[in-house]
Structures are given as structure tokens and as C-alpha cells.
């Protein structure tokens, strides 16, 4: 048996022959070696591809077992997105952070970069849309590269499973860990659309810091919105998740270029960009600084915030372009005015109501300024600003156009005895005149004959809330603001005057912008509901008010506007409008300081002009004269209009002393009545009517709406031809200046 070349063993194998030393056998050939290699790599990827077909295999079949394990994927943790409030372009105007302190922004697919994305999906997951949440190629290559290497070269997370991983807030390397984000990934493709899935990695992909989706990286990293990326800053973004703190550009600048520029020379393996594009993208400066997000307009956002809490994304009607210039309009030209004062302006569109510009405050950090007081909304005495209402309504009844004459010289009250600012007096001088120099003793007189409550009423009626000091009635004292108004009132009420008398309602929410042109086009009735006085009376104001004069170095006549100063300097106040805009300005102490010297014409007006600049180079026209505006002169007036009578001004007087007459009255139609007027077709006019009065001074003048129509010197009757049927405000002046007035319905 010693010779034999085998032998059998114990259990009657055949045992192997005895080797020789190793020193005694020919070296292996190179072929022999390559062959060895190419059988060990043979069993290494079989094994792989047996190990990848066992897991892919075990997560598949386990899904119906596993998911009613884990439950329903967690989506109700995407929706815990950041409040934000935006433009009325959707622009970023302010964002405030989740209850766990995190920024997640609003976004989906089309509000991205496309270019972003095409590189997301190429560095990511290339077959992102063919496979159902898992995919078993890349789970091969993984593992194939796993065995060769010895460590992790590739990953074979897809998107899916990085949504998982980001639904379930767990980031686990282990086996059970990667199977359980398959499962999930296989749940969210049968539940989501791939677009879907998309716009939740957008949303709460991780980013460095508290930073999660690609809207609050961009702004951060970028202060730019995702839809305007560059190349080398959408590969930035495609980067970031993978590491996102040992990336982050304000922290680790080199390491985020570094991924940036891999992901670059990916994107041009896989066709998204060219070449040339790379290298420009690799030029690109990395950022190392984190920005503040935008906190444009924060008192209206936080008001919204407060009014509507369960809304997440709060449209405005703002413009954010308009509203950042105004405010740092603001925040600059009001430290030169005087300390500790704040500023407000409030811009809108009176074709439409929408506001376009809210800015509370000069600087809303600044606690010196008051800055958190929103003095848009505070409740401030207006000044002069309502003297052009007041001498509207006189105009609208009759009692004064625009170049009567008026005395401007000491009148006591009873108790209330104005003066005017400058503490003058300037005798005789025309309505016109009184208005456009802000005179106190001419409105006075002015509002004692329209009456305190008449006054108020109409501003009540228009939607406005004036305030009066508590326990008190209208009174003269409102010529001069003894009454409480806030900015946003008084720009809308200046609406009046461009609108034809009919203020619009001023809207700052995009929801409520359709309910406002709606109302806008509903009828005749609806619209006398609100009007504040007829367009005649509305076209003289702004006649007056077109030739204020404007502040040093600014145009004269492309807007009409007024000022107005409040008891001791508190408030300066400064409101115009041009044929399309309206913009309200204030400069105060929000504390109700007093400031010597603050007035609207230095302080707001300048403010209100360069807002005007902001807005735009050109003016939209000031509306012209409508029919039956009387545009002559003093001499030419009718005699009740020519002069304005002194306050008690009630009797005519005779060689032998006074003499009673009986007071002027519309005897036909009653005030209130409706009357039935004949129409011979649609397009006609009514037939005409014949209005009747009572007593008076002869001659007697008729007004419709305020706009005269006929002197009856030696009759106390009118025939008036009415232009169509509706509401009409009917006014008699006797040769006194004595007014009766009715309202009618013609039908």
C-alpha cells in the first residue's frame, strides 16, 4: 500500500494523496491566476446577486405582513408645514416656523428649477420613474460593490425610501432599518402619484440645521426662490441631503463644493447639463453665510396669523416689490424727520380696492420707534384731512361751489371759538381758497350749516368706523379732528373722490378680491348705498386738491392731495390720489407724544410724493369734470351761491329792522317719497317732473344731486327733466341762502 497514490480512511473514503512542498511545484501561470480571480468574483456576484433577490424577495413578500405591522405610512407629518404669508404673485412676503421650531415651506414640482430636478433624479435615483419604490438593479449594484470593495460605495436608497425614512423621522443603517423603508416605499407608491412623492422629498428633504425642503434651503442658502436656481446652485441642493451638516455651506464651504462639483460631473455623465455649463456652475462662488428669510409687511401678516390660524398659506393682494421699497422708504427718510418717530403708508388700487403696500411702522425691530405698533390700523386724530369731505357735502347740497365766497375772520360758536394754525386771519376768500390753505375757520362755518351729524352718518353709512371721545355727540370740533380715524379709513375714504363719491371697500386678503369686483358691478342701488356724495361735488374737491402745492423738488398737479396736523403736533398726516392709486401717509409718535414742529406739509407729504415715485414714473390722469359740473366763476354763480352766509344768518332785514319769513320748503315730491314717472321707451329719458316749494326769498335755484338745475326768479315752481329713474337728492336755496332738502325715488 506504501506505493499506492490513494488509500481509503477509517470510514472508507478515499483519503487524498500525500502533496509535495510547495517548493517543489511550478509557479501557477498568469492564466491560472486569472482564471482563480475570475472565479472568486463569479462566486462574489452570484452571492450578491442571491443576497440582493433574498432581500428584495423577503420585502416584497413581507409587505402585507409588515405593513399592517407598521400601520399606514405617516403623511399627516408632511402637512406640519411652515405658516407663510405671500403676495399676490405668491412671492415670499413672510414665514414663521413649525411648532418643533423647524422651517418647512409650502412647495411642489412646479414651483422648482427643472433643471434641479433632472439632476436630483440623475444623482439620486435615475429609474425613479419605472420602479415601484424599490430598485432591485441598484440593490444589486450595491451589494455587488459591497462585496468587492468591502465597504459602501453606492447606495440603493431611492427617492421613495428617502421619503420614508423622512415620513417616519427614523434614520436607520441596520438590515431590519433598510427593510422597513422598502416596505414603507412600496406603501407611498401605492398610495402616491410619482409627482406626489416628489413634492414630499421637496418638502422635507434635510438641508443642515433646521432647514428641511428645497424652498427653505434656497432662500437661506441663496435668498432666491427654487424656481430661479442656477446650475451650480440646483447641484448644491442635490448635494445637501445626502450629508446635510457636514455640507452646509455657511459651516463647511469646501466640503459643499465638493459634493456640488461630483454631482455636476454626474449630471454631464447622464446628459442633464453640457460640459461648458459644468464648468461655469463649478465657478460659482459658494455662499458662507446663512440668510434671515423675508419679513416683509409683519404687522398685516401677523394680524393674519392671529385672525386665521388654521390656514397655512395666507394670499395677500400686497405687491412685495412695491411693499420692500416703501418700507425701506420708511426706515430711511424717517430718522431724518426727528427720534423715536414711526411712519405708516398704505398704498391701493382704488379701481379695485386692493391694497398694495402695508407698512406699519419705520422699522418694526425698532422697540425706540415703537416699531411692533402697527399705526396703520391705530386710531389717530386725522387733523384737517376731512375738510374736503365736509366741503363735498356742502357742495352736494347746494350750499357752496367751489368759488363761493366766504369770510375767514373771528366767529364764536357759542362756547367754540376756532383758530385758524398760522393764527391769522384772512378776510374774504373763495371756498377754493379755503380748502386748498387748510383753513380752520372756514370749515368750521362750513360744517355748522352740514351739520356735525350729517357728517358722521355719512361716514357710518360708507362703512367707516370714526370715533368719538367716549360719552360725546358730533360737534364743530370734527372740522379739526376731534375724532378718531385710522390710516386705512381715511385712504379708503379718499377713494371717494377719484370714484365719482363712491368709496370702495379696501381689501388686503386675494380671497376677497372676487366678492369685491362682484359688488363693484352689482346695481345703481347698491352702489348709492356707500356713496359718500354725488361725482360732481367729488370732481370739485379734486379740482381744489390738484393744485396743492407739492413739496420742494417734486411736480405740481399729477395728484391731488391734502395734509393735515393734529392738536399739538401728534399726528402729520398727508393723503393723495392720482387716477388709479391712492396712498395715505403718516409721521408721528406712536406713544401720542407730542413733536414741536411735526406737520403734514414737512413731514408726510414728502413721504406721499416719494411713495408716488415708487409706484411709478407715470400718473394715470385725474378723472374729468362730469356732467353738470359749473365750472365759471365767482361773479357768474347763482346769487344763494355767490357768498356763504355768517353762522345765524337766517333773516333779511329792512329800513324799519328785522323781518320774519318763513323758511323755504319743497312742497312736491315729499322728502322720502316715491314718484311714477312715464318712460316712452328704454332708452328715454323719464318725463319731466314739476317740483314745487314753499316760502323763501325769491329768486329760488334747484340742484339734483348738487348740480344746479334752474332758477326760478319769479315762481316757486320748477319743471326739471330728470335723465333716468332712480334716487335723487333734491335741494331748493332761497335768495337767503336757506336750504330745503328732500330725497326722492323716481320709479
Known sequence: MAGSDESLNENGGAARATLPPASALPPPSTADAGRRAARTHLRAALFAVAGAVAVAGAAFLSLEITQHRLGPPPFAAADDLSTIVVDRNERLLRAFTTKDDRWRLPISTKDVDQRYLAMLL????????????????ALLRATTQLVRNGRIVSGASTLTMQVARLLDRRHE???????????????????????????????????????????????????KEPKRLSVGEAALLVALPQSPEARRPDRHPHAARTARDRVLARAVEEGVIKPAEAERARAEPV???????????????????????????HRTTLDRTLQQSLEALAREQTPLIGERLSSAIVVADHLTGEILAHVG??????????????????????GSTLKPLIYGLAFDLGLAHPETLIEDRATRFGTYTPKNFDEEFHGTVTIRSALA???????VKVLDKVGPGRMVSRLRRAGFKPELPEGSEPALPL???????????????YTAFPRG????????????????????????????SRRIMSPVAAWYITDILKDAPPPASARAGRI???????????????????????????????????????MGRNAAAPLLFDAFARISETRERLPSPPHGALQVSGADLPPPLKRFPEPGETRSTTASGPLLEPPVVIAFPPDRSEVEVEVASVDAAPDPLLLKAEGGALPLTWLADGRPIGIAPHRRDLVWQPQARGFYKLSVIDAKGRVDRVTVRLK
Do not use: C
Not at 458662507?288 to 385672525?307: D, K, S, T, Y
Not at 392738536?567 to 398726516?573: L, P, T
Open 287 to 313: 455662499g458662507h453665510v446663512r440668510r434671515a428669510f423675508p419679513m416683509l409687511a409683519p404687522h398685516l401678516a401677523e394680524a393674519e396669523i392671529a385672525a386665521l390660524p388654521a390656514t397655512t398659506i
Open 173 to 223: 443603517r441596520t438590515g431590519t432599518g433598510k427593510l422597513r423603508q422598502m416596505v414603507r416605499a412600496l406603501q407611498i407608491e401605492r398610495a402616491k402619484s410619482k409627482d406626489e412623492i416628489l413634492d414630499l422629498y421637496l418638502r422635507m428633504a434635510l438641508f443642515g440645521g433646521n432647514l428641511e425642503g428645497v424652498r427653505a434651503a434656497s432662500l437661506a442658502y441663496f435668498g
Open 122 to 137: 440623475a444623482f439620486e435615483d435615475r429609474r425613479f420613474r419605472s420602479h415601484a419604490g424599490v430598485d432591485p438593479r
Open 361 to 382: 411702522a419705520a422699522d418694526y425691530l425698532d422697540p425706540q420707534r415703537f416699531g411692533s405698533i402697527d399705526m396703520v390700523t391705530a386710531v389717530r386724530s386725522p
Open 560 to 598: 391731488a392731495y391734502k395734509t393735515g396736523t393734529s392738536y399739538g403736533y401728534r399726528d402729520a398726516w398727508a393723503i393723495g390720489y392720482d387716477g388709479r392709486y391712492v396712498v395715505a401717509a403718516w409721521v408721528g409718535r406712536p406713544d401720542n407724544a407730542s413733536t414741536p414742529g411735526l
Open 437 to 443: 390753505s387748510s383753513l380752520n375757520i372756514p370749515a
Open 501 to 528: 363719491g363712491e368709496p370702495v371697500p379696501l381689501v388686503h386678503r386675494k380671497a376677497d378680491v372676487a366678492a369685491q369686483a362682484m359688488t363693484l358691478r352689482r346695481g345703481q342701488q347698491v352702489k348709492r
Open 479 to 493: 372740522a379739526l379732528g376731534g375724532l378718531g380715524m385710522t390710516l386705512r379709513d381715511l385712504a379708503g375714504l
